[in-house]
């Protein structure tokens, strides 16, 4: 099965290209897009647990106008996740499929696994999904009990679930790629995770690590009680880590909430970092308003004193 490197592509978006070194800018080549942000997990090191904001569903009318808008625009990669895990959302299928008619070169998801059945992940593959990747951040049931603060049985099925995708994948001869991502901890913690990558490494294409990121620093309370110790942005993955200043979330990625907003930001749970309002202005007035020229500008002089993103990349 012919796949693509998933690190290569992340590479390709958290290195900004020289053209994207601007405070106007093209289309990003790629969008992360919240068809919902509900998620049945309530992780520690996540923001999406505080519900800063209105849970909901995106609206298929505005999902098929603005996905549209971004392939036209010059959008190639969309990610159909956000904050949310996008499996709690039953017409996840139908969105990939018009994605991939609509002329989206690249359709990819993130998710938790526990949802990812095999038939919902089939019925994913056949709409014509690119890429699936299971994020596996806890050991055992333990630390899922103590870190994802919900039923052990979750964690049980994510890695089930995440073995029986490579059979539906290798079953049907779907063209997907199957991947892994972990947070590398520290000590102990690290040790038992590299017990469970050994278990799952043989069923994914490819498996990377990631820091433990800080979530813009909207967790920290809760970092604190679980002794985290959150690098500062968001510095891509472990073995290519970027300079926080210029992030990159805000030059070469799209990220947009299921309300319709665009975001700065990959971790914006609580909209804190809303540059448009996609309900009012089409994606590319969006991703060059005067909000987000301006925030960029900041960034490309490595000083973001006084804007939003500062307590972010001033995060210890």
Not at 115 to 134: E, H, I, N, T, Y
Request: with cysteine.
């Amino acid at each position: 099965m012919k796949t693509f490197s998933i690190t290569s592509r992340i590479d390709a978006i958290t290195g900004i290209p020289q053209r994207y070194l601007a405070a106007e800018l093209p289309a990003p080549r790629s969008v992360k897009i919240e068809l919902t942000s509900q998620c049945n997990y309530r992780c520690g090191f996540c923001a999406h647990r505080l519900r800063m904001k209105s849970r909901g569903e995106m609206d298929r009318a505005f999902y098929e106008r603005v996905v549209g808008e971004m392939v036209d625009a010059g959008v190639e990669e969309l990610g159909m996740f956000y904050i949310g895990e996008s499996f709690m959302c039953e017409w996840l299928p139908e969105a990939i499929a018009f994605a991939k008619g609509r002329g989206m070169k690249y359709v990819f998801l993130t998710t938790n696994g526990s949802l990812a059945s095999p038939k919902r992940v089939k019925a994913c593959m056949q709409a014509g999904l690119d890429s699936l990747k299971f994020s596996m951040n806890n050991a055992d049931e333990a630390q899922f009990k103590e870190i994802a603060a919900v039923k052990p049985k979750l964690f049980r099925d994510a890695i089930a679930n995440l073995k029986a995708a490579w059979r539906v994948r290798e079953e049907g001869g779907y063209p997907c790629g199957l991947y892994a991502s972990s947070i590398q901890y520290d000590g102990e913690q690290q040790e038992k995770m590299l017990a469970l990558v050994d278990e799952i490494r043989p069923f994914v294409d490819e498996h990377y690590w990631l820091p433990l990121y800080s979530m813009g620093s909207q967790s920290t309370q809760r970092e604190e009680e679980l002794g985290y110790r959150p690098i500062a942005g968001n510095q891509g993955r472990v073995g290519a880590l970027r300079e926080p200043l210029p992030c990159w979330s805000a030059f070469t990625e799209g990220h947009i909430t299921h309300d319709g907003k665009l975001s700065a930001c990959c971790f914006d749970a609580g909209d804190k970092w809303v540059m448009a309002d996609l309900a009012q202005v089409p994606f590319l007035e969006g991703w060059n308003s005067p909000s987000f020229v301006a925030l960029r500008r900041a960034h490309l002089k490595k000083d973001v004193t006084g804007t939003i993103c500062e307590s972010c990349v001033a995060y210890q």
